[in-house]
């Protein structure tokens, strides 16, 4: 019997926190209220996730026997079609979870579904396929914006091209991870883009949250780059779990930017950010 790690592992579970911060970024910069419908969401985005990392597994099963041979698949922990058809349920109930609430949500999360099989099944090779990881996160705010009437506004637009151009910036740099471990200087840009746009949007109001939230930001992501150096050299792939961490704390930053954060945002978004790094300790981030 597959063992309860071995499901852990191909999910990358440790980063699923993060996915329930996006939700609820999106769901607080548009006001919602329906908590049963927070909670379908939630789950939504929780097994569309959860189903694209297993999919990414079944297609990478080939690479992965000669570069990460420790994955479940090439391991022999669980076999490829197992893999498959948990992907295939996974992906089909998760947008259920959206498809339910609205024509909006439901054709968003059709597009989430679409990005990820793409994603999965060209991204090695493609060199323009973190463009449909970076989509699957920004479609996430637009399902749960949409929800609402006018729900997609300038606010929602900023936090869906914030995350877009971070996660893009994550996965470019993540190419190389297991193999050539080459730094892409473009990809580090787009990375750090949210502190600069941070810093300049309504650059005449920053009050102290914002500026701590920012730095909390700066600091974590800087503090991965340094710790990501064996004998002097950097290794890109020790630097991509802490990045996929900061997430929680990005979206903390977009809403202190956006005069939306207030005390209970920031215990919460802090305490989904800790539970990631700390979850990344046990489970692969990647």
Sequence with gaps: MTNLRTHLTLARASNLPTVWSNILCAWIIVGGYEWLQFASYAIGGTLLYTGGMYLNDYFDREFDSEFRPERPIPSQQISPVTVRNIAAALLLVGFAGFAWTGLLPAAFAAGIVA??????????????????????????????????????????LIATGTIFTFILGVTYLARGESTTNAIDYPALAMAAAPVLGAFYYRSDYFDAQRGAVLALFAAWNARSFLRARVDGELIIGKTIGPLLASIPILDLLILSTLGLANQTHLIVFVALFALTATAQKTIPAS
Excluded: Q, W
């Design 115 to 156: 990005c990820i099989v793409i994603y999965d099944f060209s991204h090695k090779g493609n060199a323009a396929s973190p463009l449909f990881m970076a989509a699957c996160r920004a479609l996430l705010y637009l399902a749960v914006a949409s929800s609402y009437e006018n729900g997609i506004d300038t606010y929602n």
